[in-house]
């Protein structure tokens, strides 16, 4: 993965307009049926190494499930993924800044949404892949989601500046880099 120059630079969302999305979650049955049953475009979504995959972390959890992502070590997390090639995300931290970096499959609307909450504490990253089916009440993201888009919610660390975090997306044929810059509060420099 490369650096984000050169790319569009994302809106942090921090206004909750669907307080109801992810209502429903994922569980380890539902989502292997899910997966086994999809194409290609439900492998690039979640699939090994995605970011956006439950089993992204070793072992089954929901993406809608906030994560405490940087209080682990990508490079030990990760491991297995990173000695098969599989590995399509990668997150550190400097003195200044928590850093996260992911590729994102090019599918469906490709619409990703970077959104902090008011308090700070989690932050999440989705988008659309799939606009042929409607949820029921009109917002893919409070039933199924999983049908319809992707997740992934991380809690973030006490000293993250989420009012500065900065989103980058740069494309290519085959996915996209997302790059999210999250400034350490104590940090006397800015990006």
Not at 142 to 149: A, F, L
Request: proline share 4%; net charge negative.
């Amino acid at each position: 993965m490369t650096s984000c120059s050169g790319s569009l630079k994302l809106e942090i969302h921090t206004d909750d307009k669907t307080p109801g999305k992810w209502s429903v979650p994922l569980g380890d049955d539902v989502f292997r049926r899910f997966l086994s049953g999809g194409g290609g475009s439900e492998k690039a979504v979640f699939g090994e190494g995605s970011l956006f995959s439950p089993f992204l972390f070793g072992k089954y959890f929901d993406p809608s499930d906030a994560f405490p992502l940087w209080d682990f070590e990508a490079e030990v997390l990760l491991a297995s993924l990173k000695s098969l090639g599989q590995c399509r995300v990668d997150w550190s931290q400097t003195d200044l800044a928590y850093v996260l970096k992911s590729d994102i499959p090019v599918v469906g609307k490709n619409n990703v949404q970077v959104y902090v909450d008011v308090n700070g504490k989690v932050m999440e990253i989705s988008g659309q892949w799939n606009n042929k089916k409607a949820a029921a009440n009109g917002d893919w993201r409070s039933g199924r989601w999983w049908e319809h888009g992707y997740v992934r919610r991380l809690e973030l660390p006490c000293d993250a500046d989420a009012k500065n975090t900065e989103a980058f997306l740069s494309n290519n044929d085959d996915y996209s880099l997302l790059e999210i810059r999250i400034p350490k509060i104590n940090s006397k420099n800015k990006f």
